[in-house]
């Protein structure tokens, strides 16, 4: 509770206070369950907990889901709003290892929240509550689909909020398109809660019991995503780690440009997608140094104009190299054109201004900051004040101004944590490079042939 913005505290105590609210006044008229229902609100919050417990994690701030809903959905047509909001409410006993209480509290307060609001709707659209006759079944989908339609929007919007609130991800972050597979997909997951009271008529409490095995069906679909992305991180980590083997004092730097990249996108406002595909152009931009000789990246003293064009041409391999990755999609742009200026003096084609894409306008702006802010053999690590003083000297020229005033903006409400000095190459490494064709302020010298 400490660690959270006051207005996330604000926001959790008014979550917490509708759904005391919801049920005090249940109790106050018309109580909360009968006997005759009791044992189906144990059955279907014993369900409903054993989905809660083992929910899907995904990549967002320890944020995951699970199709525990498909428990309180049922409790609408077996119980009624009161019900629902019960079965809701035991999200606060989960026995997920690790959950804060004040997690538990919020998602108690807002399943029971959506349960109540969902039952409501469900009533109000002329749904019979109680164990349902099988002649009568078609008369519930209509209220049921509106009931579920209220239900897992509200959810995810009552989550959304205190994620931003806690975490900053602006709704503008959320990326339309994945929100809307995402929502289709729990509206899919809702049909399972009709399964369960539809079942009822028949095997009663045993159709919590048959209907276990497709809800874990579905929590283990949602998990393949997560194991997706960790797949993509994977490959985009070894593919970095490859490139930084060339030299020693760079070894990180592709991990804090993609977490500067990331600062600056979020800054503009980009969305989640794109959020993701900057952090791995990021990680990746100088995948291309794999195709430089590397006695050319560690010569001592001017380069050849020869050498110079191997060393241009390394974002055209970086493209090369990662052109058949096919979940990178706009990282390309950035990878291929990081090195283009905003004055059209850069390469490898010469692109300026707003000729030049976006991912690769940020990047460039992230890779000279860490750059600058990190150790290199023949310099120390400039101090952050200095860096943001070179950036604004080259916005205009070498930067895009816009991109370079979003990244001091950013570094205002999250300050950079520079890399640790680096220790010295083991004995017998040839670690001596004398350049960085990434600092602004030390140019790589080229002397012409005879």
Same mark, same amino acid.
């Given at each position: ?160 909020? $205190? ?15 994945? $929100? ?119 010569? *001592?003293?001017?380069?050849?104009? *020869? *050498? ?7 974002? $055209? ?54 750059? $600058? ?11 952050? *004040? ?65």
């Amino acid at each position: 509770m400490r660690d959270l913005p006051w207005p996330a505290k604000l926001y959790l105590v008014a979550v917490i206070a509708a759904a005391a609210a919801l049920i005090g006044h249940s109790v106050l008229t018309d109580g909360l369950v009968s006997s005759e229902t009791l044992g189906i609100l144990l059955v279907l919050a014993l369900l409903f907990l054993v989905c809660e417990s083992m929910p899907t994690l995904l990549n967002v701030e320890q944020f995951a889901v699970s199709v525990s809903f498909s428990a309180a959905l049922a409790a609408v047509v077996l119980i009624g709003p009161e019900g629902a909001a019960l079965v809701g409410l035991t999200a606060m006993i989960s026995v997920r290892p690790g959950l804060p209480l004040i997690k538990r509290l919020f998602n108690g307060a807002q399943f029971a929240i959506c349960g109540y609001a969902a039952g409501w709707v469900y009533q109000w659209l002329g749904g019979v509550t109680g164990v349902p006759k099988v002649n009568a079944f078609d008369d519930l989908i209509g209220p049921y689909a509106a009931a579920t339609a209220v239900f897992v929007p509200l959810n995810i919007l009552l989550t959304l909020t $205190m994620i931003w609130l806690a975490t900053r991800v602006r709704a503008m972050e959320v990326p339309l398109r994945g $929100m809307a597979q995402f929502l289709l997909s729990y509206l899919g997951y809702g049909t399972f809660g009709l399964l369960v009271a539809g079942l009822w008529a028949t095997v009663q409490s045993i159709s919590a019991v048959l209907v276990l095995l497709p809800l874990f069906v579905a929590r283990w679909a949602l998990g393949q995503y997560h194991a997706q992305q960790k797949s993509y991180d994977a490959t985009i980590a070894a593919l970095a780690q490859a490139v930084e083997t060339k030299d020693y004092y760079t070894r990180g730097h592709c991990r804090r440009v993609s977490l500067a990249s990331g600062m600056i996108a979020q800054e503009i406002g980009m969305g989640l997608e794109r959020l993701r595909a900057i952090r791995y152009a990021g990680m990746l931009h100088d995948v291309g140094k794999l195709g430089v000789p590397t006695k050319v990246l560690q010569k *001592e003293g001017p380069l050849t104009e *020869e *050498e110079f064009a191997a060393i241009q041409l390394h974002p $055209m391999r970086g493209l090369e190299i990662v052109r058949g990755i096919d979940f990178l999609d706009e990282a390309f742009a950035g990878i291929m054109h990081h090195h283009e200026r905003h004055d059209g003096k850069g390469y490898p084609m010469g692109l300026a201004g707003d000729e030049i894409p976006e991912f690769a306008r940020i990047i460039a702006v992230a890779d000279a900051f860490d750059s $600058m802010t990190s150790d290199r053999s023949y310099r120390g690590a400039r101090p952050v *004040e200095v860096a943001v003083g070179e950036l604004h000297k080259g916005a205009g020229s070498q930067f895009d101004p816009e991109m370079v005033n979003a990244f001091v903006k950013a570094l205002e409400h999250s300050p950079w944590q520079p890399p640790r000095p680096v220790e010295p190459p083991p004995a017998g490494a040839t670690q001596t490079t004398t350049k960085d064709h990434d600092d602004p302020t030390m140019p790589i010298e080229v002397v012409s042939g005879p």
